[in-house]
């Protein structure tokens, strides 16, 4: 699902299309921002966007097989929910 897909039914349930843009752009700035400030974000019976630290660790070029340092990273974990989970089992 698209961005404008999710809109689209969004504004199904609110009254217009512009509250519904409103609303999801709202919702995915304010997971943006809790991330960025280092919290993780729980949707009861969604899910959770859990941060995850990566340590620094050496690898290789696949095309050169050249060794390589591969930096430390913050990455953005999702857990499923029950709800989720029963939904795709």
């Known amino acids: 699902?698209?961005?404008?897909?999710?809109v689209n039914e969004v504004a199904k349930v609110l009254n217009t299309?512009?509250?519904?843009?409103?609303a999801v752009d709202s919702l995915l700035n304010n997971i943006s921002q809790a991330l960025k400030n280092k919290q993780n974000v729980r949707l009861a019976g969604f899910g959770t966007f859990k941060l995850v630290e990566k340590k620094a660790r050496n690898g290789r070029n696949p095309k050169t097989g050249e060794p390589i340092e591969i930096k430390a990273s913050t990455k953005v974990?999702?857990?499923p929910g029950k709800n989720?989970?029963?939904?795709?089992n």
């Open 17 to 22: 299309k512009k509250e519904a843009q409103l």
């Open 1 to 6: 699902m698209k961005k404008a897909e999710l």
């Open 84 to 88: 989720v989970k029963e939904v795709l």
């Open 77 to 79: 974990k999702f857990v």
